[in-house]
């Protein structure tokens, strides 16, 4: 049977087991809204911005595994995409962005909305496609969701056509994928584990450093094991921040810039660096001379070109983590004995580490007058259950969620950690809420990022997501402040939000509820009361406007060199 | 340190600008880069001659890998793998009544073909290694040259194996 372009995407989003999608129609998508009331199958979430509308599929992806959807028109429409996929891009996150064009006939013309969105998208995704002819459409979608979720998995962006979504051809989905120039290796080199093994059974100060792959490999069982086995401290970047629970004995927390002293003090101790699923950012390993100086750095990443890119690498190993994992943990079995004289002689090191960590909690100073964010934040911890999902903007509130919410379940911190986008939180907990309605949802923000979508209330009440708001208000863009503060003396420029918001009333304006509170002594009982409405919620907290993210590490200092209080 | 790099690539739309922008975003050098299509009318082969240092060029071939629509790299500098390097330059060159007859000589000493000939200038033909390309550009300078073109190297593994 014929069918036409927009049918034919419909259908193949089915066959992908896409349930909900993201978008906003337009000119050069209308063929496809129109097909989509036809489906019983897909869900469509109309966000109040394109770019919320991928952030929002960017959250559902990375809440649940699969790939997210985001559908947009071509011109302002897709343009508006753009920073929504390079947070996914960054981040590693699957995802599938569908774009209207303009007709074959008139690209290229300057035709009304035309974007070159192959030409303005290429830097920013795994790969992407211009369809130029409806005979190819399915199996281009086939490869898309292919390659977004294979390998190091990342955003694919599919331009079609106006004419493309018209045209009729026979559908039929591919079976399967050949790409000659694309072959991702999952199995990790077994000769390149066995030394892994070696160096790791000869380890005295060991120390394993795991970044957002653990949870894109869902190897996160594995981890733990791993680290039990070995009895080997784990830090974790932000990204890989969920896969390893902070109350864990072995856990070190976070290290890097706003990371805890003792992680950070324990990398530039260790003799051996296992570096799993991470990549060696800037923000992580501070000035790279003094980074983990005295360490043998194996490194374990399914992307080649994460290896050996920042630092020197001893031992890299090529393949998905998981894999990986297993047949370290097999190894390992195979030699008890070894594992143990390991364990023993690691002994002092993990004293070493532990006192560290009792000497250098990472802590604040508590107020009963001004409302501290980190109290804030411990308290939303303490009346949430594990497997409340948290999102965040970007700023001081983002690391102060990381410092002080103690994640336990993979796949339970969002967060844009690459791009460091402001504005993705909301949209964000948006589409988490959309794959787990009967799951808790927090969006964790600042007065400053909230606003950069802040229209996405809307999304929620009309879609009765009851996603719960936190903006920690200081009216300041306050990490940039920070910054101004201890490097710039105090000139405070542009930081300031002069202009205070009623966030009551503009909850009220949405048709969602609003709290506000300065008063640290009603903290907890907000929380509660806003836990126990219905529907998208605000909770405003005015903390105390001049707080710090504390401790980090300056910018271009070694991670050895942090400044522990301001 | 100079490498010649070969890329077998889809022969499909965007796939140049995909390999050039992947240089200019990540900041490596293109000292030239030729393109055209393999035996195989669906593979493209480049030749792309870069600069940089072990570490820059490890990230280089890396990077092109990467790319779903790159088929094989392979660095004939990196892997020292043999391999035969040649280019293509058209020249003219000033030639009036007192250089012609130099012209000439330095032509044939280097094989090359007069293809144009005016009373004021002769354009030659020249092929070579990027040695000889470099000799002859630096013997004809002095006389005037009016107008250069060059292909860039293109390179092919020494041996009887073949890649198509």
């Known amino acids: 049977m014929k069918m036409t372009g927009s049918q034919i995407l419909l259908a193949c989003l089915e066959q992908e087991g896409i349930d909900t999608v993201f978008g906003y129609p337009g000119g050069t998508v209308i063929n496809i809204y129109d097909d989509l009331m036809k489906s019983d199958k897909i869900r469509h979430i109309l966000p109040r911005h394109e770019q919320a509308g991928v952030h929002a599929a960017d959250g559902y992806a990375r809440a649940t595994g699969k790939v997210g959807v985001a559908i947009a028109t071509s011109g302002p429409g897709a343009t508006n995409t753009v920073t929504g996929i390079a947070t996914a891009y960054m981040d590693s996150i699957p995802m599938v962005v569908i774009c209207g064009q303009v007709p074959t006939a008139l690209i290229g013309n300057d035709a009304f909305q035309e974007a070159d969105m192959i030409g303005i998208t290429r830097p920013i995704t795994k790969h992407n496609y211009l369809v130029r002819d409806v005979k190819d459409l399915a199996r281009i979608l086939k490869q898309a969701f292919y390659i977004a979720r294979t390998g190091r998995p990342g955003p694919v962006l599919v331009d079609l056509p106006k004419d493309v979504q018209t045209a009729s051809t026979i559908f039929e989905y591919p079976d399967s994928v050949d790409l000659r120039g694309y072959k991702p290796n999952y199995s990790g080199n077994a000769r390149q584990v066995a030394k892994a093994i070696k160096m790791i059974l000869a380890a005295k100060k060991p120390v394993i450093y795991v970044g957002g792959g653990a949870t894109l490999s869902n190897a996160d069982k594995e981890l733990i094991t791993f680290a039990e086995t070995i009895q080997a401290p784990l830090t974790t970047t932000l990204m890989g921040m969920a896969s390893f629970p902070k109350r864990h004995p072995l856990s070190l927390g976070m290290l890097g810039m706003h990371g805890t002293y003792y992680a950070n003090m324990a990398v530039t101790s260790a003799d051996l660096l296992i570096a799993i699923g991470a990549r060696f950012d800037d923000r992580v390993t501070g000035k790279i001379s003094t980074f983990a100086p005295d360490a043998k750095i194996i490194h374990i990443d399914i992307d080649p070109t994460s290896i050996k890119k920042n630092v020197r690498v001893d031992l890299p190993i090529v393949g998905d983590l998981k894999d990986v994992l297993l ?56 009346l949430t259950d594990d497997d409340v999902i948290v999102t965040t903007e ?93 490097f710039f003396d105090k000139r405070y420029s542009q930081t300031c939000l002069e202009s205070p918001i009623d966030f009551v009333k503009l909850a009220d304006a949405y048709g969602a509820t609003g709290f506000t509170t300065s008063k640290p002594e009603e903290v907890e009982m907000i929380i509660k009361k806003a836990f126990a409405t219905p529907g998208p919620v605000i909770i405003e907290f005015k903390i105390s406007r001049e707080e710090n993210v504390m401790p980090m590490v300056p910018a271009g200092a070694g991670i050895n060199e942090m400044v522990l209080a301001s | 340190m100079k490498h010649t790099i070969t890329v077998l690539v889809e022969n499909e739309f965007g796939v140049l600008s995909r390999v050039s922008g992947l240089f200019s975003g990540r900041g490596f050098n293109i000292e030239s880069l030729s393109v055209a299509p393999t035996l195989d009318e669906s593979i493209s082969r480049m030749t792309i001659v870069t600069s940089g240092d072990d570490r820059i060029l490890e990230q280089v071939t890396k990077q092109l890998n990467k790319l779903i629509d790159t088929i094989k790299v392979i660095d004939f500098t990196g892997e020292g793998e043999p391999y035969v390097e040649r280019e293509l330059i058209l020249i003219k060159v000033t030639a009036e009544e007192g250089t012609r007859a130099e012209v000439m000589r330095i032509a044939d000493i280097f094989r090359a073909n007069v293809i144009d000939v005016t009373p004021r200038s002769y354009t030659l033909e020249i092929m070579g290694s990027p040695d000889k390309i470099a000799a002859v550009i630096e013997l004809l300078k002095p006389i005037g040259i009016k107008e250069l073109v060059r292909t860039g190297p293109l390179a092919l593994g020494r041996g009887a194996k073949g890649w198509r």
């Open chain 1, 327 to 382: 047949k370290m943990l097999k190894q390992l079995k195979e030699v008890p004995d070894e594992v143990e004289t390991m364990v023993v002689q690691t002994t002092a090191w993990r004293a070493e580490v532990d006192a560290m960590k009792l000497s250098h909690p990472m802590t604040y100073t508590p107020s009963k007058s001004v409302i501290k964010p980190q109290f804030v934040i411990e308290k939303l911890r303490e």
């Open chain 1, 394 to 486: 970007v700023g001081q509130h983002q690391m102060w969620t990381a410092q002080f919410f103690d994640f336990t379940q993979p796949r339970t911190f969002l967060t844009s950690g690459g791009l460091g986008t402001m504005g993705y939180g909301l949209p964000a907990a948006l589409g988490a809420q959309a794959a787990f309605p009967d799951r808790q949802v927090i969006d964790i923000s600042g007065d400053g990022s909230f606003q950069m979508n802040s229209q996405e209330l809307a999304t929620l009440v009309q879609n009765r997501l009851p996603v719960k708001i936190v903006i920690l208000n200081n009216n300041f863009l306050g990490m940039v402040r920070q910054w101004q503060q201890l």
